[in-house]
């Protein structure tokens, strides 16, 4: 069994990387990652040493690589976790998302689709089903409602996958997860940014209010799940994610502060994000129902363990914040 996994250097990819080489020693994993600020092969480092592991710097939308990978290892099953990643960076910089998210896609699903690949796996995200008030929970069947460019890039890719699949017969999964948290979380995202300035006695900028809502799904969790789905999911399904551990952000914000013992006088409420989703809840009772997916991890346990990890690891986030790991990058490849 062949699989290729693309943006596998990222945080959520590398967590799958190592859990799917672990699990399944006769498959063979193809690490396809262009490497950008966000791909990091520290991420990586215990699972450089397995047999059936092997990296490829590459770009999704180099469509003569692509085309040139899967004639050589004639994959099995894709799963596509690259992607621009990062709401306020899309807003200031929207071209790159759709050039990676939409037409990456689009390459990667005509080469799935020439080599008669078994699965292709979508990775996508809640935010595609854009905002809820205060009650309710985003279904499989909710409308497509994208607010930021980075959510619109991402449902322009879904529409795609699933096009792929009524035009082409393609077989496909979509998965739409909400907000992961874990150990490898690039720091620009909210919880690793809190806790490392937290460390550092530096201020917490809180957009708006900081009553918007995330529910928040430890990493692993959603590895497994992506998992269950390439394996056993029906064949043109979408299929929720999500943890049902719903916080506004001045409460996860607290907690970090409280668990490393720093003042509340460090937050900083900022101006609020545009276009700032006000609450994301996932309903994912058909995963459950279905592939009897359960998590593992509560989130008093799993952001207790994250934090700590960031504390054992300030030589991770060192390296990428003083741009040591980019240098490193590039005596590698
Ligand atoms: P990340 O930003 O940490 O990693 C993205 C990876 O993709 C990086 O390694 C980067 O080098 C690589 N990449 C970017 N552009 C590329 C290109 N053109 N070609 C090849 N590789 C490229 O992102 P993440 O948080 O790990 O998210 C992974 C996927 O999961 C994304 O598709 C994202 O939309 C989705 N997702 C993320 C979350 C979350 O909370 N982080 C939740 C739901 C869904
Ligand atoms: O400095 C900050 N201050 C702040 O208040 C940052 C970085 C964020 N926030 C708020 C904005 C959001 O309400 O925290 C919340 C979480 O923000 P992010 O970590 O940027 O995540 P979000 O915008 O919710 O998107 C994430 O979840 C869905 C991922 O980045 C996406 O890739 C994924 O699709």
């Known amino acids: ?39 990091n092969l520290e991420n990586l480092k215990d699972v450089e040493e397995y047999s059936n592991y092997k990296f490829v710097k590459g770009d999704i939308t180099n469509r003569e690589l692509i085309n040139h990978l899967f004639e050589e290892e004639k994959f099995d099953y894709v799963v596509n976790f690259a992607a621009e990643s990062h709401v306020d960076r899309s807003i200031i910089e929207p071209d790159l998302f759709i050039q990676t998210n939409i037409l990456g896609t ?39 409602a994208p607010n930021s460019p980075y959510s619109a890039s991402k449902a322009g890719a879904d529409l795609l996958v699933r096009a792929y699949h009524e035009t082409f017969n393609l077989p496909i999964n979509i998965t739409r997860c909400s907000n992961n948290y874990g150990p490898y979380q690039f720091p620009e995202k909210l919880i690793p940014l809190m806790v490392i ?39 043109g399904e979408v299929y929720n994610i999500g943890g049902n551990n719903e916080f506004t952000n001045i409460e996860i914000v607290k907690t970090i502060l409280k668990q490393l013992d720093k003042p509340e006088s460090l937050i900083q409420f900022v101006a609020d994000r545009p276009g700032h989703d006000r609450r994301y809840a996932i309903d994912s ?11 593992i991890y509560t989130f008093g346990r799993g952001i207790k363990e994250t934090i700590d990890w960031y504390q054992n690891n300030r030589s991770w986030s060192e390296n990428i914040i003083s741009g040591n790991y980019q240098q490193y990058v590039e005596k590698q490849y």
């Not at 292709?120 to 069947?141: I, N």
């Not at 009772?285 to 998590?295: A, D, N, S």
Request: hydrophobic letters at 40%; a neutral charge.
């Open 285 to 295: 009772t058909k995963l459950r129902k279905e592939l009897g997916w359960i998590p």
């Open 106 to 144: 689009q390459i990667l699903l005509d080469v799935s689709q020439t080599y008669k690949v078994q699965k292709y796996l979508q990775v996508s995200t809640d935010e595609v089903y854009g905002t809820l008030g205060e009650t309710g929970y985003f279904t499989e069947t909710s409308p497509l």
């Open 1 to 39: 069994m062949k699989l290729l996994v693309t943006g596998g250097a990222g945080f959520i990819g590398s967590h799958f990387i190592r859990y799917i080489v672990k699990k399944y020693p006769d498959y063979f994993i193809v690490n396809l990652d262009a490497l950008t600020y966000a791909g």
């Open 197 to 235: 300035n937290a460390m550092n006695d530096k201020t917490l900028p809180v957009y708006g209010d900081g009553l918007n809502i995330r529910d928040w799904l430890h990493v692993e969790d959603h590895c497994q799940a992506i998992d269950l789905v390439l394996l056993k999911g029906r064949n």
